[in-house]
């Protein structure tokens, strides 16, 4: 569904020529209540990135705010159950790196190693810190597949 009149199908072959040049690439869902939420919907995007564009491609999903929009005051926002529950779908899906977005939470910030699950890279707020890496977790020695290349 376009709430803009945008075609999906060049969008999403563009990522995967993106992709395939080796040119770094994010991608950021706006959790729209009733507009962009939907679990199917959710599920088929994180089952293309992962199979399309690689399971370290990183998924931002952001929180809509009604009262900052200029179109859909009248939507809700998105609730921290509802961004939690699409990265669950990204992880189920197989996605290593999922970051929550536009609201401040303790959990969904932080880049994981995808195999020790200890932090490789720590955010608060718009401040990142890391240590001295390059290309490896410092804890587990596992290669960090996309973030360096």
Same mark, same amino acid.
């Given at each position: 569904?376009?709430?803009?009149?945008?075609?999906?199908?060049?969008?999403?072959?563009?990522? /995967?020529?993106?992709?395939?040049?080796?040119?770094?690439?994010?991608?950021?869902?706006?959790?729209?209540?009733t507009l962009?939420?939907?679990?199917?919907?959710l599920t088929k995007?994180?089952?293309f990135i992962k199979d399309k564009l690689g399971d370290f491609v990183p998924w931002h999903l952001s929180a809509f705010s009604g009262s900052i929009s200029w179109k859909l005051q009248d939507v809700p926002?998105?609730?921290?159950?509802q961004l939690t529950t699409a990265?669950?779908?990204?992880?189920?899906?197989?996605?290593?790196?999922?970051?929550?977005g536009?609201?401040?939470?303790?959990?969904?910030?932080n880049t994981l190693c995808p195999k020790c699950k200890k932090i490789i890279f720590q955010r608060i707020g718009y401040n990142i810190y890391t240590p001295e890496i390059s290309g /490896?977790?410092?804890?587990c020695k596992n290669k960090i597949e996309g973030i360096f290349q």
């Open positions: 569904m376009s709430n803009c009149a945008a075609k999906l199908a060049p969008v999403l072959e563009n990522c /995967q020529r993106i992709v395939k040049k080796k040119i770094w690439l994010e991608i950021t869902t706006l959790v729209i209540p962009s939420d939907n679990e199917k919907m995007l994180a089952k926002d998105t609730t921290i159950k990265y669950k779908i990204g992880k189920k899906q197989g996605l290593k790196y999922i970051y929550i536009n609201v401040q939470t303790k959990d969904f910030e /490896q977790c410092p804890n």
